[in-house]
T-cell receptor, first 117, second 111 residues
């Protein structure tokens, strides 16, 4: 079945550094990918919709200059957390849709745990 | 704005027991509803997907129901096993494949 690969699985960094997270669709092409953030004991919150070849669409309250999204190909989207601070520490998950026979099923990456010291 | 609520927040049961997890949502204009499983520090695994025109879906020991008019869904797990221990998330899909998640129910099945 379709697989979404997300790397790295865990990142520990110093405050002020930038961190890049990759999300790849391995068996299918995805024109749209989604980035979610999950704080401890809370629900997943959609941050942005990544569109291949165009600008990402950000949810209200998400800083586009802080969370840079690049979707340069049909199989890869990247999320860069710029100048990370401790409050950015969270679990980040991407998803991509695979459309088969007019039905789109969403597949999720395994997530990235970001800890900013 | 769609809001999704899951009850209970946590549940602990002995092995073999049947159980029901609840999900409610505020806007009935949905595309579909999905139940996911999330293991600690891991991604999500889709368990069941119910289209807005359907009332239930079954997979093995899992059965999910959907009542759009009342804004409710249930996930029924039969003969629970320790391996079922995880967080179960309910998510509503609106247009454009955007999902709104509940906060989840953390299930522990004790041997």
């Amino acid at each position: 079945g379709a697989v979404v690969s997300q790397h790295p699985s865990r990142v520990i960094c110093k405050s002020g550094t930038s961190v890049k997270i990759e999300c790849r669709s391995l068996d299918f092409q995805a024109t749209t990918m989604f980035w979610y953030r999950q704080f401890p004991k809370q629900s997943l919150m959609l941050m942005a919709t990544s569109n291949e070849g165009s600008k990402a669409t950000y949810e209200q309250g998400v800083e586009k200059d802080k969370f840079l999204i690049n979707h340069a190909s049909l199989t890869l989207s990247t999320l860069t957390v710029t100048s990370a601070h401790p409050e950015d520490s969270s679990f980040y998950i991407c998803s991509a849709g695979d459309r088969v026979n007019d039905n789109e099923k969403l597949f999720f990456g395994s997530g990235t745990q970001l800890s900013v010291l | 704005k769609q809001e999704v609520t899951q009850i209970p927040a946590a549940l602990s049961v002995p092995e073999g027991e049947n159980l029901v997890l609840n999900c409610s949502f505020t806007d009935s204009a949905i595309y579909n509803l999905q139940w996911f499983r999330q293991d600690p520090g891991k991604g999500l695994t889709s368990l069941l997907l119910i289209q807005s025109s359907q009332r239930e879906q079954t997979s093995g020991r899992l059965n999910a129901s959907l009542d759009k008019s009342s804004g409710r869904s249930t996930l029924y797990i039969a003969a629970s096993q320790p391996g079922d221990s995880a967080t179960y998330l309910c998510a509503i899909e609106t247009s454009g494949s955007r999902l709104t998640f509940g906060e989840g129910t953390q299930l522990t099945v004790n041997p």
